[in-house]
């Protein structure tokens, strides 16, 4: 089954840290754009981040910037999402896909994201 398996998240303080970790089953990294995902209650999925295939540009919402780093590590397999001074508004379920082709990781809605995985709960609170 092709599918990533996202673990690392947990309870954390506001401005904590934590680092996620999405790994590949039954596929090559090397041949995909990553992203990384949220949905919180009530809310629709958002693109939180994203790692380009070749080049390994990233691109991050605006609310992340200078917080979150998106870092791939195509030997293990394996894509992680850094997390540096959470808030609140964090809190979600994360989730992390994969897009095939030479599209841009940015560029593309994120239905275009496949193998997706069951998501990893990230609560911050006090």
């Known amino acids: 089954q092709l599918q990533f398996v996202e673990s690392g998240g947990g309870l954390v303080q506001p401005g904590g840290s934590l680092k996620l970790s999405c790994v590949a089953s039954?596929?090559?990294?090397?041949?995909?754009?990553i992203g990384w995902f949220r949905q919180a209650p009530g809310k629709e999925r958002e693109r939180v981040s994203c790692?380009?295939?070749?080049?390994?540009?990233?691109k991050y919402v605006d609310s992340v910037k200078g917080r979150f780093t998106i870092l791939r590590d195509n030997a293990k397999n394996t894509v992680y999402l850094q997390m540096n001074s959470l808030k609140p508004e964090d809190t979600a379920v994360y989730y992390c896909?994969?897009?095939?082709?030479?599209?841009?990781?940015?560029?593309?809605?994120?239905?275009?994201?496949?193998?997706w995985g069951q998501g990893t709960q990230v609560t911050v609170s006090s």
């Open positions: 039954g596929f090559t990294l090397d041949d995909y754009a």
């Open positions: 896909a994969a897009l095939s082709g030479f599209r841009l990781c940015a560029q593309v809605g994120i239905n275009d994201y496949e193998y």
């Open positions: 790692i380009g295939r070749t080049t390994g540009s990233t």
